[in-house]
């Protein structure tokens, strides 16, 4: 029997289920590794912060359709656009971070400290032929 489930709710669940794990990950993680994920979450344009922000958006746009033609209550238009206002707020005051992020998140620049070059010493004899 096939799942009577549209596709978009099942989305939204897969991708709820998706964001547990990425906690769980996110609670494990090394301090480089937890930058990187925290880097690619808080991205106001691509990440899931951004995303979620314009998903809110969407959503309010649409509830305010909706209320308009009586099919929702007009709460829920507000409560949406409400949330997608705090949310963009959010990204605004997380972006000042970003380069501090991106900072951490970067593998250091040498790994091993540079091993200087043999220098000749006064106790190296040379011979001459």
């Not at 951004?50 to 909706?66: D, E, K, N, P």
Request: charged share 20%.
């Amino acid at each position: 029997m096939t799942d009577p489930t549209p596709f978009p709710v099942a989305l939204a669940e897969d991708i709820a289920h998706r964001l547990g794990l990425l906690t769980e990950h996110l609670a494990q993680a090394p301090p480089r590794q937890a930058a990187q994920i925290l880097e690619k979450v808080l991205d106001a344009d691509e990440g899931v912060l951004g995303r979620t922000t314009g998903l809110m958006v969407t959503g309010s746009q649409i509830a305010q359709h909706r209320a308009q033609i009586g099919a929702f209550p007009l709460e829920i238009c507000l409560a949406l656009g409400r949330a997608a206002n705090a949310l963009n707020d959010i990204a605004l005051d997380l972006d000042e971070h970003t380069g501090d992020i991106h900072h951490l998140a970067d593998p250091p620049a040498a790994s091993h400290p540079a091993v200087a070059k043999p220098l000749a010493s006064d106790m190296v004899v040379r011979r001459h032929r």
